[in-house]
């Protein structure tokens, strides 16, 4: 299932891997009471056992679920929350007892919440930053403009936070992220909620930052295209295992995934019958064709458009919970 190949070093991992975790796990204590007086204690193993590496330079997927641990091991990857076993190492630094050495050298955006100052415009949440990270001036204000740049900020630094739209924020909280080099970038779900423009932005920006190569990210996410536009490796966790690391095209070979061709026809037809996929779905003049998601959609757009009357079409990619579903039903079944 480790799809991925390793050179590993005399000390047991990659020469120049940034995060290391072994064997990390992190166990919560959770109580439901049973009665007027009684409350009954029950473990939840969020994080299970988890052991991977990233190399300086990655641009890493962390998929999973609802409730598979992405949150917990972000956390674990922060100092914000302690292991409950294993070992965690970002940069050398053991991330829950040097939390404020770390910080110097990570960046965190969460795509919840903001990480900026509600009532400020931009660029005062920016200058504290610049503060609390005692950045340097030049190279604050070379990092700076690059992110304007990059990210369309300009017109948006004197405006107060809460007057920003969403993918405005997040564009804003992504360069507040980035303003004091981090090594180490963690994004959580970075374009949850955003409209398709914004969504298209940021994920340019990342392909920036990632062609730059100095900064190592991981990514969580549920949307599958921030996958497959910004990262050669994905790894999924379900509760709180690793079940595959490795490529996307792995991952969909793995779990058998579907991609859905969606056409509509000049007026209504028998359901089709071309080779390569299956129709699964028939409403007046529009069709659904589901085929392998690991095949590309351009020969079957082709033998459609040429036999019948097109009008219209769309891809619709399988919802990564799906794809996971599928792997595991394949586990299961083992
Ligand atoms: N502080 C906590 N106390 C008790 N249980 C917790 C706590 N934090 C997380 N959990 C539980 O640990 C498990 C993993 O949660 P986590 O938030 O890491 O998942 P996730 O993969 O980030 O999910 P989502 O995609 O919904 O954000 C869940 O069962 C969750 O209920």
Redesign the pocket.
């Known amino acids: 299932m480790m799809g991925r190949t390793e050179v590993r070093d005399g000390t047991g991992g990659t020469g120049d891997a940034v995060i290391r975790l072994d064997g990390v796990c992190k166990v919560?204590d959770?109580y439901r009471r049973t009665g007027l007086l009684r409350r009954e204690r029950r473990e939840?193993r969020?994080v299970d056992g988890i052991s991977f590496e990233v190399a300086r330079g990655e641009t890493v997927g962390y998929i999973?679920p609802?409730?598979?641990?992405?949150?917990?091991?972000i956390k674990m990857l922060t100092g914000i929350l302690v292991p409950s076993g294993g070992s965690v190492r970002v940069a050398g630094i053991d991330p829950s007892r040097e939390r404020t050495r770390l910080a110097r050298r990570i960046g965190v955006v969460f795509g919840q919440r903001t990480t900026l100052w509600w009532d400020l415009p931009l660029r005062d949440s920016y200058d504290l930053v610049r503060r609390m990270y005692r950045v340097e001036p030049a190279r604050f204000r070379a990092n700076l403009d690059r992110c304007v740049d990059l990210l369309d900020l300009g017109p948006l630094l004197e405006v107060p936070v809460r007057q920003l739209s969403l993918g405005q924020r997040m564009r804003g909280d992504i360069a507040a992220a980035l303003l004091h080099d981090p090594e180490v970038l963690y994004l959580d779900e970075p374009t949850i909620g955003l409209d398709v423009i914004s969504k298209a932005k940021v994920r340019q920006f990342l392909a920036e930052v990632k062609a730059a190569g100095a900064t190592t990210v991981l990514l969580t996410t549920h949307d599958l295209t921030d996958i497959e536009q910004l990262c050669e490796r994905v790894m999924v966790?379900d509760h709180g295992r690793l079940v595959h690391d490795g490529d996307l095209a792995g991952l969909h070979a793995v779990g058998a995934s579907e991609r859905v061709l969606v056409v509509d026809f000049a007026r209504e037809l028998p359901a089709v019958d071309v080779p390569g996929a299956r129709t699964v779905r028939v409403e007046g003049p529009r069709q659904w064709l589901s085929f392998p998601a690991s095949a590309s959609a351009a020969p079957l757009v082709a033998e459609v458009a040429a036999r019948y009357p097109l009008v219209d079409l769309s891809v619709r990619e399988p919802a990564i919970e799906e794809v996971i579903a599928r792997l595991y039903g394949d586990r299961a079944s083992l």
């Open positions: 919560f959770v939840v969020a999973g609802n409730g598979a641990g992405k949150s917990t091991t966790i």
